[in-house]
Each structure stands twice: as structure tokens, then as C-alpha cells.
């Protein structure tokens, strides 16, 4: 319950930064300046889609496994839990890599992008946590 409530922040973030780059929301409100910077930037597309679209997909991914996760049949199975944390790990390995572009590359901070990559830690570390705790045996 606890990734899906991390998910569900998560995609809250994403869906916020995404209505900005795509023009519906006008002012991002970070107090620094820096969210702008990294939204504007040349980093926040990858293969033409804006970041935070990939990151809204990538939380509503996480989202629908978790609840499907939490389902009587399934909640104690491994499977699931680890759908989650291989999914849960590719979002943290591509969110240290734009931590990277953000601190180093464009040398700002946006604090929505550490608001999400705390959530995304968060979610890959219950993640890991969960499925330690299944039964090796069950599929």
C-alpha cells in the first residue's frame, strides 16, 4: 500500500511538470528559479517525449502493479513484487542519471525533480523490502 501511495505522489509530480512543458500551466511555482532552467532545458525530452511524460507513465506503471500487487491472490506472491522492483529499479537508475544532468550538466536544482526522486528511492527501496519479505517458493 505504501508504493502505491508513493506512486500516486509521483504521478501527481510528473503529471504537474508535464501540463507545464506542455503549456496548460503557465508559472512552475519552485521558489528558485531552477525547475524552469531544468524544464527548458535540452535534457527534458528523451526520443522527443518531455521527461515528465515518461515519468507519468513510469508512476502510473508503478501505481496499477502495486494495486494489482495488493490483490488477495496475488499480495503474497513474488511475482508482482518483483515486477515492481525491476520497474521500481529502472526508475531509480534513470533518475540518478537526470540528478546527474541536473546538478552537473545544467548546474541547477528544480525541487519538484528532488521531491520525485525521493519518492522514486522510496518506492524502490519498499520495493526491495517487499519482495524480500515473499515467499521464495510462490511464483
Do not use: N
Not at 36 to 47: G, K, R
Amino acid at each position: 500500500m505504501a508504493t502505491a501511495v508513493l506512486a500516486l505522489a509521483g504521478l501527481f509530480i510528473s503529471l504537474y511538470l508535464w501540463l507545464h512543458r506542455v503549456g496548460i500551466i503557465g508559472t512552475l511555482q519552485c521558489g528558485t528559479g531552477g525547475c524552469e532552467q531544468v524544464q527548458t532545458s535540452p535534457y527534458a525530452a528523451v526520443a522527443g517525449l518531455p521527461v515528465a511524460a515518461v515519468g507519468a507513465a513510469g508512476y502510473a506503471t508503478l501505481l496499477v502493479v502495486a494495486l494489482v500487487g495488493l490483490q488477495p491472490g496475488l499480495a503474497a506472491r513474488r511475482g508482482p513484487a518483483m515486477a515492481l522492483a525491476v520497474l521500481a529499479g529502472l526508475g531509480f537508475a534513470f533518475t540518478l542519471y537526470l540528478k546527474y544532468v541536473e546538478f552537473f550538466v545544467i548546474g541547477t536544482v528544480c525541487w519538484w525533480c528532488v521531491g520525485s526522486a525521493i519518492l522514486i528511492t522510496s518506492i524502490f527501496v519498499t520495493s526491495l523490502l517487499a519482495l524480500r519479505e515473499r515467499d521464495d517458493s510462490s511464483p
